[in-house]
């Protein structure tokens, strides 16, 4: 046989391993039956790690093992929001402060820039009433905050969609004012309150923060040519404490964890190694991901690309958006692996500051973020009660999975396609100016320059 044949047949082996295997829905079950939302520094993220750690040293990954960082931990009490003395249902969003306030209403639309101007000064010493359309939750609620007013009310801009919850604070600050989410129809039923004159939102939350730590889970597949650098495979484990993260991102998490166990397989073929991570504290701020990169700063040269599964298990289009400098060929690479069998969408030169890859990105290392888009169930999304298991679409799942171990083993074996360096701080900076994104990292304290 030919170099090509072997690899060709290493590949189907690989593939086989991924399409046939029961390992993928019980990996699942655990992670979200037993771990619950595995909201970081609980238990259950202690079991989760542990449980990963365990699975991929059986696998035969070398070196499984966890580390730990410091988070701001965060437990809810009791929501109570009452608006002109009607009672509406609500959530506090992580890292709320508690309260018991009151204060007028001012609907800031869907708090993009030109909103917060239309409404001026009178949003000062104001709660306000935010729909999720447009820019990140997190900008709309650091423009609340920058605007002077005195709490948040947030909704997702979806018919039937539930309280979404989704972290005010930012890398283990304090959240300056407090923030609570509602469901869609609240939201509108406050619009027409508010059509009527001044409404009083009386918001009452419990909440507690703690100084805790979350724990990483980090092991290797080592490649041939231990000087020719490591490809990243990550995904964040943690999710909400409201429902089980399955889509948001015990699918992700999986679909890394297959990858591993089918490269395994095929380990004579990588020349690069693969680093395996599964973080937790992304959905707090990216806070695991972000201290891996500050404690491991002098290896990230030889990281040559960083993937990152979440939300992978939903039906429709994989979308991969990839950062960095010189990254049209590993873009094209990636493409033709696709094909016509993988619905896959891969944009390069996209900043997509949330997610994990970004703590990588932001330190010049080529970084992309896949995730599929199409859910079953758009209003029992991510970040609400409805994140659950049975949202979940297997097929779409395991060929997420499969795809990324495709990508990961020809990269390895073949790193031709990979970006000659990394970006520099220069460039990094000038890409997030363009994008518009320099005001927002600074005032979440994650403006690393
Ligand atoms: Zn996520």
Known sequence: M????????????????IWSSPALWPTMRVLCDDCNGRFVASDDERRAAAYIRDQLAQYGLTDAHTEEFPVRGWRRGEAQLTVNGVRLVCIGLPGTPPCDLQAPLVDLGIGEPADFTRVGEAARGKVA????KGSHRLEKYARAVQAGCVGFLFSNAEVG?????????????????????????????????????EQTAHLHMDAEAFPATGLNVIADIPGSDPAAGVLMACAHYDGHDIAQGAIDNASGTAAVMEAARALMVVRDQLKLGVRIALWSGEEVGMVGSSAYARTHLNELAQVKLVFNCDIVGNP?????????????????????????????????????????HFSFGLRGVPAL?????????????????????????????????????????????DPEPLPARHATADEVQEVLRKAGYEDLLKAQNRWIF
């Open 369 to 413: 973020m896949a995730a599929t888009g199409g859910p079953k169930y758009p209003h029992l999304g991510p970040h609400t009660y409805g994140d659950t298991l049975d949202k979940v679409d297997l097929r779409a799942l395991r060929s997420s999975a499969a795809f990324t171990a495709r990508v990961l083993l020809h990269l390895s074996h």
């Open 129 to 132: 009433l935010v729909l999720g």
């Open 2 to 17: 030919t170099t090509n044949d072997t690899f060709h047949d290493a590949e189907l082996k690989m593939l086989g391993e």
């Open 316 to 356: 429709g289009t994989l979308f991969i958006g990839l950062s960095g400098y010189d990254t049209d060929r590993v873009a094209d690479a990636m493409r033709k692996l696709a094909g016509k069998e993988y619905d896959v969408n891969v944009v390069g030169g996209t900043t997509i500051p949330y997610s994990d």
């Open 161 to 197: 969609t539930l309280p979404p919850t989704g972290s005010l604070g930012f890398g283990g600050q304090p959240a300056p004012i407090p923030g609570a989410g509602i469901a869609y129809e609240s939201y509108l039923r406050i619009g027409r309150m508010l059509q009527a004159g």
